[in-house]
């Protein structure tokens, strides 16, 4: 018999994994499948966004520079679920010549120094991030009309330390109210404080805290933060609007978070206006940076039994002996209020 023989069926095991028969589906486009790997776009030039409107990014390219420019940008897809916000430092691709009709394109958000958020509410995990990289917070509130909220504040004071951001304060409408018995309130805090009246806006003296800083401008509605801002940039044209006399509520004039430069001589700052709140959620905050922002509280506190909550009810808590005993005034019972109604919202 041959070695190779028509009766030898050796390899009919084999037919079994035959795929000749098979069909592949050919790709429906044609080309190469997407690659999870993307461009590091080395070459992209880095940008301050400046404001942000419905898609759309006005970013400054070469800042300080002869060739300093404003350019109208596109999110790139890879970066649809990151917001991008009013502040960001962002790496830019395409026409970045700023002329008209032409549109650039973000593709890299660089890494941030500081993140400003807050929540709807206290329960509410997502948070809204309003600003990046600023290191100041101006927090400006009416003396009255409206009448000022220092729970508000709190807030606002508390978000400030969270991101490591530095705050102050503005009181405007002095004119209308004495602001003594409001600030009272913060006497404990290392915290700036500006007044300003109707007939008088400490320009000058405000600009001044703003050179070489990045700063970012809250307060409730109708406090008079959009005239204020007016005021330090002119040309800002930054829509101002009026108290409603039956509710004693402000409108939202500043409907988008703008960048604006502060200029004092060849020295400037950024101000980084925001539209006006009535509430500002903290659902975001870790309960620990919130005895922080109350740093004469805070030092304190330091002689609290470990794990001490701070809460009416907390044995031996040094601040609460404090208050009781006087050693913090008038003002040290208002701070240990606000503290506790905070701290309370993350208890429950």
Not at 71 to 76: G, K
Not at 117 to 130: C, L, W
Not at 183 to 194: E, K, R, S
Request: charged share 30%; with cysteine; hydrophobic share 35%.
């Amino acid at each position: 018999m041959s070695w190779w023989s028509d009766d030898d069926d050796e390899d009919d095991e084999y037919d079994l994994y035959d795929e000749s028969t098979i069909r592949s589906r050919p790709n429906p486009k044609g080309n190469r499948p997407r690659s999870k790997q993307r461009p590091e776009h080395a070459g992209a030039e880095i940008a301050r966004v400046l404001g942000v409107d419905r898609g759309r990014y006005t970013v400054l390219l070469e800042e300080d520079t002869a060739d300093e420019r404003q350019v109208i940008a596109a999110r790139a897809s890879e970066l649809r679920r990151s917001p991008i916000v009013t502040g960001d430092r962002v790496a830019v691709v395409g026409d970045t010549t700023g002329d008209e009709g032409t549109l650039a394109r973000i593709v890299r958000i660089e890494p941030r120094t500081t993140l400003l958020r807050r929540s709807a509410d206290d329960t509410d995990e997502v948070e809204r991030v309003i600003v990046a990289n600023a290191d100041q917070m101006l927090i400006v509130v009416a003396a009255a009309n409206p009448e000022p909220r220092t729970r508000l504040v709190d807030r606002y004071l508390v978000a400030a330390y969270d991101a490591g951001i530095e705050p102050m304060l503005c009181v405007t409408k002095i004119d209308l109210a004495d602001p003594a018995p409001f600030l009272d309130n913060f006497a404990g805090l290392d915290l700036p404080v500006f007044t300003s009246r109707e007939d008088h806006i400490p320009v000058e003296e405000i600009t001044a805290a703003l050179i070489g800083h990045d700063t970012v401008v809250v307060g409730h509605s109708g406090v008079g933060k959009s005239t204020l801002v007016n005021a330090i940039v002119p040309g800002a044209r930054r829509a101002t609007g009026h108290v409603n006399e039956v509710t004693g509520r402000g409108r939202h004039t500043s409907s988008s978070t703008v960048s604006l430069r502060v200029q004092s001589g060849a020295e400037h700052g950024w101000v980084i206006d925001t539209p006006g709140v009535r509430s500002f959620g903290l659902g975001h905050v870790d309960t620990a940076s919130i005895l922080k922002s109350f740093t004469d509280l805070a030092a304190i506190a330091e002689d609290c039994p470990r794990g001490c909550t701070h809460l009416p009810d907390a044995p031996d808590c040094a601040i609460i002996e404090a208050v009781d005993e006087g050693r913090l005034g008038e003002a040290g019972r208002a701070r240990l209020d606000s503290l506790q109604r905070l701290l309370a919202t993350f208890a429950s």
